[in-house]
């Protein structure tokens, strides 16, 4: 057996990238950790670009939404499926031996099962929650075998039961390392940069198209303004698109801080990891909160908006609404320095985590 110690990581993955994108910024701070420690992940479902771009290994997971669709698993009963399921997760766990395993939010059940059939020490990533007890409810399996519970927020920013308090640790934004700062790009270049994150959430096409739309009539009277949709490689809806002139298209950045500090106006929603990057950066930004099961970005949204100059909440309908605000808010001399200190939790985390297998692996040499 290969002595190197190894943390597998199993991120949430079907309709945007925060919780992989979350888990890797971890999984890259321990490698600065032990440059020999392996971190693998185990992920559901196609689209692992983020994973290819940094570097990081991984195993492909059955996509527990697509074996639990009737039509295409019919054949199968829900016992012959998760059974399936479980034995995948085996095989992977048996195969790379891990110290521990660390799940983001919401983990794929029957992988679950399978570490803790396995008694392999579980470490949770849980961001706040737009209904925690319902949430909490949701993964009480989990909670029964968590060792820690890291928290990518500061201290008290939410309340959890006291039974889990002595396990949780508040760690601080969790966000990529970067360089990249604001700096007013030449008028003559000047940059609207339009991102949904991973691109997989249902309406996604129509926040797009709003904001294109947006970009469209900015550019009547700002002809300068050139824009840049990055969908997300999670992004399915290219036929729902209305594409304008002056606008280019990708779908997907690996180095989103360095785009973000030479955009002149940032437009997105307001999920997690982007609001954190952007809050690093401190470009000029326009959130446009989407409504998700967990997650609360109107709340998030307008805590920024409130905490700093470069923000502003779009409460409107209309693109002609989102480019007039777009307008004004490009017209303000402001100073786009953050004043953020460098997001460390993503160490905090990591030394968290790599203190838990430095004891597995010295239990382990010594029962040897």
Known sequence: ??????????????????????????????HEIDKDIRTPFAVEGACHVLLDARGLPYIPLPDSHLMNEP?????????????????????????????????????????????????????????????????????????????????????????LPEKLEAKSYF??????????????PDLATNLVLITGGGGGYPGTADFYNLALQSVAEL??????????????????????????????????????????????????????NTVAELELVGAKTVLMPAARQWDDQFARAERVSHGHVNFRTFRGTTPNELAQLASEFLSESISCHTTIPPADGSMKAAQLIYEMVRADVRVTGAAN
């Not at 919401?106 to 949770?124: K, Q, R, S, T």
Request: charged share 15%; with cysteine; net charge neutral.
């Open 1 to 30: 057996m290969d002595p190197r110690p190894t943390v597998l990581f199993q991120p949430l993955n079907h309709i945007g990238l925060g919780h992989i994108n979350r888990l890797s910024i971890i999984a890259l701070a321990l």
């Open 71 to 159: 039509v295409l698993w019919a054949e199968w009963s829900n016992r012959e499926r998760t059974k399936i399921q479980v034995q995948v997760g085996r095989s992977i766990l048996e195969a790379m031996a891990p110290q521990v395993v660390v799940f983001d939010c919401l983990p794929n059940p029957a992988f679950l099962e399978a570490v803790i059939e396995c008694d392999i020490p579980i470490v949770l990533c849980l961001r706040e929650m737009r209904n925690l007890p319902s949430y909490l409810r949701k993964i009480s399996v989990l909670l029964e075998h968590v060792e820690r519970i890291i928290i990518p927020h500061p201290t008290g920013t939410f309340s």
């Open 171 to 184: 760690v601080g934004q969790i966000a990529r390392a970067t360089s990249a700062q604001h700096h007013a």
């Open 219 to 272: 550019r009547r009277h700002l002809p300068h303004l050139r824009g840049h949709l990055i969908t997300g490689p999670l992004f399915c809806d290219w036929h729902l698109l209305q594409l304008t002139e002056g606008v280019t298209v990708a779908p997907f950045e690996p180095n989103m801080p360095a785009r973000f500090a030479e955009s002149g106006l940032v437009i997105c929603q307001a999920g997690y």
